[in-house]
């Protein structure tokens, strides 16, 4: 049995299913929320000074013109934009219902911070615009990136929809017992179907 990451199949038995996040919901939404915010306050750390330098010089401009600067940033976000979702959306089409429960957490895990990694380029697009223009068009492409994050923000409702999970799953994911005694029971499976 093979698990998709990246661009390539890795076996199952190659990952490693001990570590401290897969052992529990509380670890594991805490170290997506990690992520997630951390990705998020990267571009915010730009985007704020970018900000700040502009308003003490005068406030924010109004656009007058497009130039080649605009569109290629404009347009640069909007790719970035693209390409994680579809990345993301393709990855999910790999997703088998027989993996192990702590094996999708782990894709999911994997799979989500590729994602946010993209939006994260995205948002640096529009702060980086913010910073060589200072115009309002750019606080508002900011905004939008930022709405594209939130709607991809981990939950677990957004767990139990892309990873297709069963009831049985969705009740272990929510619940808050520990994950740590699928970690025994899938190395003995992933051991027997290594014979």
Known sequence: MNLYFGHKLLPIGMLDLSKK???SAYEYFHRLNITYYLLIAGPLVGFCY???QHEGAGGLQSTVYLSWLHIVLIVGAALVIFLGYRNYQQALQTVDLDWPFQQK???FYHKS???YGYYMVSNAFAALGMYLTGE???AGVYAIVLVVFSLFRPTPRRIIRDLKFTKAEEE???GGQDYGED???S???VEEEGR
């Open 183 to 185: 970690n025994i029971a």
């Open 187 to 189: 190395a003995n499976k």
């Open 136 to 138: 309002q068009l750019f």
């Open 21 to 23: 996040y897969l052992q």
């Open 50 to 52: 970018a900000y700040l």
């Open 105 to 107: 957490l782990a894709f």
């Open 113 to 115: 911070r590729e994602l």
């Open 172 to 174: 272990k994911l929510v």
